[in-house]
Each structure stands twice: as C-alpha cells, then as structure tokens.
T-cell receptor, first 114, second 115 residues
Framework: AQSVTQLGSHVSVSEGALVLLRCNYSSSVPPYLFWYVQYPNQGLQLLLKYTTGATLVKGINGFEAEFKKSETSFHLTKPSAHMSDAAEYFCAVSVDTGGFKTIFGAGTRLFVKA | NAGVTQTPKFRVLKTGQSMTLLCAQDMNHEYMYWYRQDPGMGLRLIHYSVGEGTTAKGEVPDGYNVSRLKKQNFLLGLESAAPSQTSVYFC??????????????FGDGTRLSIL
C-alpha cells in the first residue's frame, strides 16, 4: 500500500526566503507524485507532477520538486517566497496497480511573513 | 469554461436529515471522485466513478451513496446525516487513460455542518 508523509503541518518563512516543504512517500512500485496547492475557500490546484523521466520537475508559480528514489522523497521548493504563496500544500502519490487510489498527505500550511 | 462546479457551497443540516450534493464538470472527463477534507487528515476518498452508470467505494464510503446517471454529473447523497459527517466535501474529475498519472481537477468544495 502507498502512503505519504508531509513533515510539518505548518511552515513559516519570510518574504524572499527559500521555501522548502517536505514530502516522503512509501510505495512498493514506481509511484506517480503530485503537489497541489489550496488557497482559502478553494479546491486543490495542481502545482506539478512527476510521472517518469526527469527527476527535477518544474511547476507553476516558480515551484519545483525533485524526485529522489533513494530517499523516497519529493520535496517542494521555491527560491524566493512571495506573500501570495501563503496557502496549504498537499503532496499526493498514486500507482498503476489496477486500483484507483490517489493518497494525499495531511497537508502543510505555509505562512509568509512580510 | 467553468471546470468543476459544486452546489451548494454551504449547508447546515440537523441530525437525521438527508441531502444531495451535486457536482458538475464540463471537461468531458471520464473519472469523477468525491472526497472529504478534515483538519489534519488530508483528503479521504468517499466514492468514485470511472464512467457513466458506474460507481465504486473509496476509503470512507459508509453513510454515503452516489450516482452517475450522466457523464458530467456526480451526486453524493447523505441519507441520514450524522455529526461525524461535518466536513468539507470536494468533487474532482480527471481524464481517461492511465488514471494514476492524471492530475485531478477540483471544485471549490461544499462546507457541510451537521448539528
């Protein structure tokens, strides 16, 4: 079975600082990995996804994530935080096992200080 | 292009009442999903559908029923609401194909309180 662990339910950074949101996954088969962002009173929006190929994935709004198989990680980064990045971020994993399940992490709320 | 639309956006029910949440998508997606979101628990899959006329149970199906009579609509029903069903409900849809690597498109949610 797959699982996702997001380290830190809350992360606070200053505007202009590096954003690092951590995600570790567990899967017995090659995973597909996603990061979604949720702004207040809205649904989740796709930031980026890893399926196969290049392990460094670039997404929208300047975010990127690197798939590290040896560390079973898919951490999300952004070099310089903006106030508009304040939101909740969800890491998710799914696999091609004939099932139909995408497992979402518990979420990390990002606060950006002026 | 509206994407995924959920109605209503808010609702307060009394214990034992019934209601139906409606999800509509205009992207011609084959797959549709209902999730509930609770603090600190991420999203949990309630039911899903791989096409018109088909539905299946997800992780937390008890107390809910669904129907997919039309490809663009996916209804979630609560027959006898309980306080434990107080939550934010999200509908999502995705393209056909290898489902596991397709991103899901979400509605803005329905905030449901059961008193």
């Amino acid at each position: 079975a797959q699982s996702v662990t997001q380290l830190g339910s809350h992360v606070s950074v200053s505007e202009g600082a590096l954003v690092l949101l951590r995600c570790n996954y567990s899967s017995s088969v090659p995973p597909y990995l996603f990061w979604y962002v949720q702004y207040p009173n809205q649904g989740l929006q796709l930031l980026l996804k890893y399926t196969t190929g290049a392990t460094l994935v670039k997404g929208i709004n300047g975010f990127e994530a690197e798939f590290k198989k040896s560390e079973t990680s898919f951490h999300l980064t952004k070099p310089s935080a903006h106030m508009s990045d304040a939101a909740e971020y969800f890491c998710a994993v799914s696999v091609d096992t004939g099932g139909f399940k995408t497992i979402f992490g518990a979420g990390t709320r990002l606060f950006v200080k002026a | 292009n509206a994407g995924v639309t959920q109605t209503p956006k808010f609702r307060v029910l009394k214990t034992g009442q019934s209601m139906t949440l409606l999800c509509a998508q205009d992207m011609n997606h084959e797959y549709m999903y209902w999730y509930r979101q609770d603090p600190g628990m991420g999203l949990r899959l309630i039911h899903y559908s791989v096409g018109e006329g088909t539905t299946a149970k997800g992780e937390v199906p008890d107390g809910y029923n669904v129907s997919r009579l039309k490809k663009q609509n996916f209804l979630l029903g609560l027959e006898s609401a309980a306080p434990s069903q107080t939550s934010v409900y999200f509908c999502a849809s995705s393209y056909r194909g290898r489902p596991s690597n397709q991103p899901q498109h979400f509605g803005d949610g329905t905030r449901l309180s059961i008193l």
